[in-house]
């Protein structure tokens, strides 16, 4: 059974195992004392407002994305899994998953590195492009020689609606915390062979407690006000010595910069 709640699925197909990982969290022992992840605190869109909703057709959340050019959403590969142009919106500024407020656009084109497979996780990139320009401000994001951002104990910031614990329930309100970032070696003795440093970061606690978790994938790690990383998995949210992964994004900053750079085709009239 040994990883599986290792949370590399989307948010909807994790609820299908619920049962299971509810049955281990209820065994006293099996791990510490719930902590909230994304530890942090509430926020808003306001505050942060290249942070975006991914949402189904219904505007159901079920990942994040990050704004990096009007019409350029920046998100994880494994949150495009099985979806459409037409079964995704993207919803900027909108503080709460419950929220009507906020623009909400429609997407015209999905790229999903050619790279991503379910299997090692890695390439867990993907850019959406909007149907229309988003009226918020997007962020800037790494370039590829940036690689200094990921020095071990730099301060990063995580943003999202999910989970605040593990096999919790999903925030109402967009919440932040900052997290360090991990060296490649310590995450390399957290997960052996699915760390693949080339292609992931990873940013937590030692003690855990502060983390990312389900329905957070695809959002933000931002390191020195630059999106440096993607949310994309971790064992479990928030344990100690288990630190959450990211898409090492300065390896992927060329291949999503040809993204942007790309205009839709012209739409039939
Ligand atoms: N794969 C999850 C998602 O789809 C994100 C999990 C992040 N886990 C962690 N421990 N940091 O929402």
Redesign the pocket.
């Known amino acids: 059974m040994s990883g599986f709640v290792r949370?590399?699925?989307?948010?909807a197909a994790?609820a299908t195992a619920g049962a299971a990982v509810t049955a281990l969290l209820a065994a006293p022992s099996a791990v510490a004392a719930p902590q909230p992840?994304v530890g942090g605190s509430t926020t808003t869109t306001g505050a942060y407002p290249f942070v975006m909703q991914i949402t189904d057709a219904s505007q159901n959340q079920f990942?994040g994305g990050t704004l990096v050019s009007p019409t350029k959403v920046v998100t994880?590969a494994?949150?495009m899994a099985g979806e459409t142009p037409r079964s995704v919106r993207v919803v900027g500024g909108r503080t709460y998953r419950n929220g009507t407020d906020g623009t909400v656009v429609r997407v015209d084109r999905i790229w999903v590195h050619p790279g991503y497979t379910r299997v090692t996780d890695g390439d867990d990139v993907a850019v959406l492009t909007l149907s229309a320009p988003m009226p918020h401000t997007p962020v800037k994001y790494v370039s590829s020689s940036d690689t200094s951002v990921y020095a071990a104990g730099t301060t990063a910031r995580v943003l999202g609606w999910?989970t605040t614990r593990e096999n919790g329930a999903a925030s109402q309100q967009l919440r932040t915390a900052t997290v360090p970032v991990v060296s490649d070696a310590s995450c390399r003795g957290s997960y052996g062979s699915g760390f693949v440093a080339s292609d992931m970061v990873c940013a937590?606690l030692a003690s855990g407690g502060v983390?990312?978790?389900?329905?957070?994938?695809?959002g933000p790690l931002v390191i020195g006000g630059v999106l440096a990383g993607i949310?994309?998995?971790?064992?479990?949210?928030?344990?100690a010595g288990?630190?959450?992964?990211y898409s090492r994004l300065t390896t992927f900053s060329g291949l999503v910069a040809a993204q942007v750079a790309s205009q839709p085709r012209a739409r039939d009239t």
């Open positions: 949370a590399r699925g989307t948010f994790l992840v990942c994880a494994h949150c999910g937590g983390d990312t978790c389900q329905g957070d994938s695809g949310t994309s998995w971790g064992e479990g949210c928030a344990r288990q630190p959450g992964v």
